[in-house]
């Protein structure tokens, strides 16, 4: 089963505008994080916000927010005021907790596209 | 300036060659891990390696080998190429020694063309 499912293989927004880019979860363990990465045509994996399963609040970073709800398994990336430079893939993926490995688990990504 | 070093950054093989892809941080990261990712799709985890002297296999690891060569550089080898590997490939480290536990620092990738 997908860990990390990203359902919207490609968005369009006007510029300006919010848009919510979606990312469901799998996991039994308690303790994990959630990440989220832009990668622009450039390829690099740009670092955006972080939400762990127990932070009490919603991430935020600037534009960014993460809309997590743990009891459906959801953490949506919110950007706000959207700006042409947003436009690259942008991969959801989970860090499960406990000992030993640490590595990401990453969703299949959305294009996003914004249009001016 | 800090952070994952790849190279090469470009390859081109013909089916059966091998070659090793380089990594190195200079973080002080315990753990380093492979990735490729092929068009469209997101990051497939090859190999990782949680500390020093350790490495253990991903999602992906058939026809790939690995080498922590010590806390810095972790080496991922190709030993015969198929153009099924064609793809980009990402190195990645996280941890260091300090209070961060969750940053993890990516390479900015080579880019492998099996033919």
């Known amino acids: 089963a997908q860990k990390i499912t990203q359902t919207q293989p490609g968005m369009f927004v006007q510029e300006k505008e919010a848009v919510t880019l979606d990312c469901t979860y799998d996991?039994?363990?308690?303790?994990?994080?959630l990440f989220w990465y832009k990668q622009p045509s450039s390829g690099e994996m740009i670092f955006l916000i972080y939400q762990g399963s127990y932070d009490q609040q919603n991430a935020t970073e600037g534009r960014y927010s993460l809309n997590f709800q743990k009891a459906r398994k959801s953490a949506n990336l919110v950007i706000s005021a959207s700006q042409l430079g947003d436009s690259a893939m942008y991969f959801c993926?989970?860090?499960?907790?406990?000992?030993?490995?640490?590595?990401?688990?990453f969703g299949s990504g959305t294009r996003l596209q914004v249009q001016p | 300036n800090a952070g994952v070093t790849q190279t090469p950054k470009f390859q081109v093989l013909k089916t059966g060659q091998s070659m090793t892809l380089q990594c190195a941080q200079d973080m002080n990261h315990n753990s380093m891990y492979w990735y490729r990712q092929d068009p469209g799709m997101g990051l497939r985890l090859i190999y990782y390696s949680a500390s020093e002297g350790t490495t253990d296999k991903g999602e992906v690891p058939n026809g790939y080998n690995v080498s922590r060569l010590n806390k810095r550089e972790f080496s991922l080898r190709l030993e015969s190429a198929a153009p099924s590997q064609t793809s980009v490939y990402f190195c990645a480290s996280s941890e260091g020694p300090g209070p961060t536990v969750y940053g993890y620092t990516f390479g900015s990738g080579t880019r492998l063309t099996v033919v």
């Open positions: 993926a989970m860090r499960e907790g406990g000992t030993g490995r640490r590595a990401l688990t």
């Open positions: 996991t039994s363990d308690p303790s994990y994080g």
